[in-house]
């Protein structure tokens, strides 16, 4: 990238890489099932999608999934009211849609915008959180 007279080179670092990033490397890609990374967080909606905060194991528990349910309420109502919320927990057995993906419904679109802008690359157990919009109807439906 060019910055005024001068060529400016971004790299990112690499705990024990050596030299500079070759030209046919790619850069790493996320990769988070559910998400398109290439429709970005979608249109701004009241309702926010929480990704890769939780594992299906984590759910399992009880006492643990209300320990989640509580600090992410919590959390979430910093940023505006929090109307409902939805976790989907693994049935053994069955493959639960949206299973460790947690919903947000806010009673606005601008507090959900506010939380999307505040909590995307949180960390939450050690891992960045990643948000998208996610449509009012399918949330309502249930539709994971």
Do not use: W
Not at 9 to 37: D, E
Not at 88 to 108: L, Q, T
Request: hydrophobic residues 30%; negative net charge; glycine residues 10%.
């Amino acid at each position: 990238m060019t910055l005024g007279d001068k060529k400016l080179i971004v790299q990112r670092a690499s705990v024990g890489a050596k030299g500079a990033q070759g030209p046919n490397q790619t850069p790493v890609q996320l990769q988070i099932p559910g998400l398109n990374l290439n429709q970005g967080s979608g249109p701004p909606t009241e309702v926010l999608c929480l990704m890769n905060m939780v594992t299906p194991e984590e759910l399992v528990d009880e006492e643990e999934y209300e320990e989640i349910l509580e600090d992410v309420r919590e959390e979430c109502g910093k940023y505006g009211v929090v109307r409902s919320m939805e976790i989907p927990r693994p049935i053994k057995g069955i493959d639960v849609p949206g299973c460790g993906k947690i919903f947000v419904e806010y009673n606005s679109v601008i507090d959900c915008q506010k939380a999307q802008q505040n909590l995307t690359g949180r960390k939450f157990a050690n891992r960045v959180v990643v948000t998208s919009y996610y449509e009012p109807d399918k949330y309502h439906r249930r539709e994971f």
